[in-house]
């Protein structure tokens, strides 16, 4: 249930680390997929965060200072297009519901903006976000400007409201949380799913099916990014979102989803035999990823760098790599020479929140900032060894990665989504055909 203490509360928040001035932050437009139809609507998830109201054609004003205002724009009610689109809050309605201190329909903005605009100092706003916006608002700020003989300035500051939205959304807070922890159930809930269903010769897009069956079952109708559901060697893909192929018999299969529910992603990893059962190989490497992924986690606590989990994953990545004789030389010598990155490119994680690559510097000051309490982010190493002359046959179209959420916490960790098999014994189980 809507609780507009909690977004009111971020408001405030937002306006006391303006100090003073407007800030004007657009809700996400409806975009055309093709003909006449659009694609299912997603609000801009800074303005949701500050608001929680969820209909397109909206805007947020907020004015900061000694007598700050949380203003909605909105479309008015309209039952005629009501009846062919669906409800519509109003105005009246928004206002009262969602705890704004004033709101206007959506058709009276440019007026508005013209008249609260008048002798601020500082304008905050996306800058650079959509052009057609920019143009609009700079527009209404010459206006305001021409007004100048008449003792009325325009801001004579522009600054971008993303720096300042993108600190406070990386802490989440506990009503967050508890919606990312629900979030991170369904997901545990499709992945073991998809396991128990498998079997060579289905295709991978019957698999992700379940997946999004699953999701939608528990009221999360929407994936938090396009599924990966890649077998064998497409695994060694990292974006592959073709999900069409056939699964084969002895093949591992690859599958990176997780939905998002009430505006907020999970993102989780597993990586697990179509037929049920590691041969040698697949086991060696995937033992190599899940004690990476450990050393990883057990590095994910308060006070230590961001950078620290993907430190301790990549040592024990490099010197696995060398004991399958993929990199050569010493562990500080693979590291420098950076050869371990023909079989493990990217980095050990992101931020995870509104959305599924969240918002928030990783650096401060050059450094990379230590991690704190309330900070949600991934943890998922990975291997992906491709077929090469200087490759054993047996690892030839490998591909692992296995992906966690982690909520720090004051002296540790939470791993939101440990319910998912992770271990050859438990996946194994899992998917026992008796």
């Known amino acids: 249930m809507l609780n507009p203490d909690i977004y009111a509360q971020r408001r405030c928040r937002l306006q006391a680390k303006m100090l003073h001035g407007i800030a004007i932050l657009p809700n996400a437009p409806e975009q055309r997929r093709n003909g006449d139809a659009d694609f299912p609507y997603r609000f801009d998830s800074s303005f949701h965060y500050l608001c929680g109201f969820g209909e397109p054609e909206s805007v947020l004003v907020l004015i900061a200072g000694d007598a700050p205002l949380s203003i909605l724009f909105c479309r008015e009610k309209d039952s005629e297009r009501e009846i062919w689109h669906g409800y519509r809050s109003g105005p009246d309605a928004a206002q009262e519901k969602f705890g704004f201190d004033a709101a206007y329909p959506i058709a009276r903005l440019d007026e508005k903006l013209a008249e609260l605009m008048g002798n601020q100092s500082t304008l905050f706003y996306p800058l650079g976000a959509d052009a057609a916006w920019d143009q609009r608002i700079l527009k209404i700020r010459g206006e305001v400007a021409a007004k100048a003989r008449s003792g009325i300035r325009a801001p004579n500051e522009l600054r971008d409201t993303r720096a300042l939205l993108a600190e406070m959304r990386l802490f989440k807070d506990l009503h967050e949380l508890n919606i990312m922890r629900r979030a991170a159930a369904i997901s545990t809930s499709a992945h073991r799913r998809a396991m128990q269903f498998t079997r060579a010769g289905q295709f991978e897009y019957q698999v992700e099916a379940e997946l999004l069956h699953e999701f939608c079952r528990h009221g999360a109708r929407d994936p938090a990014y396009p599924s990966i559901v890649a077998g064998g060697g497409n695994a060694c893909v990292l974006h ?109 994680g992101h931020w995870l929140g509104m959305d599924v690559h969240d918002v928030g510097e990783y650096k401060t000051d050059e450094q990379w900032r230590p991690l704190q309490p309330g900070m949600v982010m991934t943890v998922e190493p990975g291997c992906y060894i491709r077929p090469a002359d200087d490759v054993p046959l047996a690892l030839w179209n490998i591909g692992i990665r296995i992906e966690d959420d982690v909520v720090i916490l004051e002296g540790g960790n939470e791993v939101l989504t440990d319910a998912a098999p992770k271990t050859i014994a438990k996946i194994e189980e899992l998917m026992r055909r008796e």
């Open 240 to 348: 592959y979102v073709d999900n069409n192929a056939r699964l084969r018999d002895g093949d591992l299969l690859l599958i990176d989803a997780g939905c998002e529910l009430e505006g907020y992603a999970s993102d989780i990893t597993r990586t697990y035999p179509v037929n049920g059962k590691f041969n040698t190989a697949q086991k060696d490497v995937y033992e190599i990823v899940l004690a990476a992924q450990t050393a990883a986690i057990s590095a994910a606590m308060p006070g230590n760098s961001w950078d620290a989990p993907h430190s301790a994953a990549l040592r024990v990545l490099a010197q696995g790599f060398i004991d399958l004789k993929l990199c050569h030389g010493t562990l500080d010598g693979v590291l420098e020479s950076e050869s371990y990155k023909r079989y493990y490119m990217h980095r050990t």
